[in-house]
Nanobody, 123 residues
């Protein structure tokens, strides 16, 4: 079993930046593709970003492209999400996830999930 723990969430002013971290433990592997999803109250969990396990190819939702950057440090078993130019629409619980297959934008492709970290962007 793989455990994922997100951190770095909090309250930030619109236009500000925040860096989320997701630390993995348990039977981790560098072959996991990693992704970030987010969910606001009453809404479905939506894809944010993903990074492949091989050469670190990245993919972003259109809503965050150019503002967010996903990266990973396999030695530290950690994936990051650098969030810049935040706006109130980014307010949500952010979840990291690991896929044993490939980096995709679909929840069903991910095998392990963290418990989430709250990100609140004030107006």
């Amino acid at each position: 079993q793989v455990q994922l723990v997100e951190s770095g969430g909090g309250l930030v002013q619109a236009g500000g930046s925040l860096r989320l971290s997701c630390a993995a433990s348990g039977r981790t592997s560098s072959s996991y593709a990693m992704g970030w999803f987010r969910q606001a109250p009453g809404k479905e969990r939506e894809f944010v970003a993903a990074i492949s396990w091989d050469i670190g190819s990245t993919y972003y939702a259109d809503s965050v492209k150019g503002r967010f950057t996903i990266s990973r440090d396999n030695a530290k078993k950690t994936v990051y999400l650098q969030m810049n130019s935040l706006n109130p629409g980014d307010t949500a619980v952010y979840y990291c996830a690991a896929s044993r297959a490939r980096a995709t934008a679909f929840r069903i492709d991910y095998d392990f999930w963290g418990q989430g970290t709250q990100v609140t962007v004030s107006s």
